[in-house]
């Protein structure tokens, strides 16, 4: 069984800087795009970044030139480098990846159970 497990969600300072990251775990065979998304209460959750499995990166315009994804392909695991944190952040993070697991025909995704980022005005 597949499974993503978010770290690193915290309380912090606007200006301030946290490093979220999301480890794959399981019987994997090969994993795609990875991304992180934010949800905030009654809003629709919205793409944050995402990567490809040949690092071709993507942002939503609101982080561009403050946050910065990343990947260990080693350690099947993403990051999210968040700097100059602004209150309008704050949210639950999820994780997401395009995941291809033993004894499955084809990728799916998956996603984690999120994690909290506080941003103090």
């Known amino acids: 069984q597949v499974q993503l497990v978010e770290s690193g969600g915290d309380l912090v300072q606007a200006g301030g800087s946290l490093r979220l990251s999301c480890a794959a775990s399981?019987?994997?065979?090969?994993?795609?795009?990875m991304g992180w998304y934010r949800q905030t209460p009654g809003k629709q959750r919205e793409l944050v970044a995402e990567?490809?499995?040949?690092?071709?990166?993507n942002y939503a315009d609101s982080v561009k030139g403050r946050f910065t994804i990343s990947r260990d392909n080693a350690k099947n695991t993403v990051y999210l480098q968040m700097n100059n944190l602004k209150s309008e952040d704050t949210a639950v993070y999820y994780c997401?990846?395009?995941?291809?697991?033993?004894?499955?025909?084809?990728?799916?995704?998956?996603w984690g159970q999120g994690t909290q980022v506080t941003v103090s005005s």
């Open positions: 399981g019987s994997i065979l090969g994993i795609w795009d």
């Open positions: 997401n990846a395009d995941i291809w697991a033993s004894g499955s025909i084809r990728s799916r995704d998956y």
């Open positions: 990567i490809t499995s040949s690092t071709r990166t």
